[in-house]
């Protein structure tokens, strides 16, 4: 009985199968091969820093050309945020008494206009992750050296380390000393 069935089902296709049905055969004539068409606007490339948030940018824009550019190099080789470009004095006093800079105002080089120093994070954020602040440095160190600016980080102090903290090696501001 089986086997009957399995000969029924597989040795003897039906011919009123409308799987089989080639009535005008059109279905056997291989269909033309579908060109995919470029879709121009996925091509355009990402702009280099979009890593940086509208907010970044402000505080960025505080800061000496040379710190932009850096920055700006940076950011589209590492994902970052900028937390500190300019530090008014309240701020910087603010600063001191949480102890997050050893400077009062105006002797930090965030005080000055363009500010010489920023601050920059990973991202996202995780402040316990001291590797990949210090991925970032090498990543931002690398840009400055490709662009012929001499710039410290904070990491590389020995008494008070600030691995967020890039400044300008040279100042221009006759209060700024060299910290942050
Ligand atoms: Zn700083």
Redesign the pocket.
């Known amino acids: 009985m089986l086997k009957h069935l399995l000969r029924r089902l597989f040795c003897q296709p039906s011919r009123n199968s409308p799987v089989g049905d080639n009535r005008g055969d059109r279905s056997s004539v291989p269909a033309p091969a579908v060109v995919p068409i470029p879709d121009p606007i996925r091509e355009v490339p990402k702009p280099v820093a979009d890593t940086l948030s509208k907010l970044s940018r402000e505080r960025l824009s505080q800061c000496h050309p040379d710190l932009q550019r850096v920055v700006e190099l940076a950011a589209g080789r590492y994902p970052m945020a900028v937390i500190?470009g300019h530090r008014g004095e309240k701020e910087q006093n603010e600063a001191f008494s949480r102890g997050n800079?050893k400077l009062k105002w105006p002797n930090?080089?965030?005080n000055s206009l363009p500010s010489m120093?920023?601050?920059l994070v990973p991202m996202p954020l995780d402040w316990n992750n001291v590797k990949r602040f210090d991925e970032l440095a090498v990543v931002v160190k690398a840009a400055a050296k490709e662009l012929g600016v001499e710039l410290v980080w904070?990491g590389d102090w020995k008494s008070f380390k600030?691995r967020?903290?890039?400044?300008l090696r040279r100042s221009t501001s006759p209060n700024s000393s060299n910290s942050?």
């Open positions: 500190q800079s930090s080089k965030h120093a920023v601050d904070g600030d967020p903290h890039y400044e942050n």
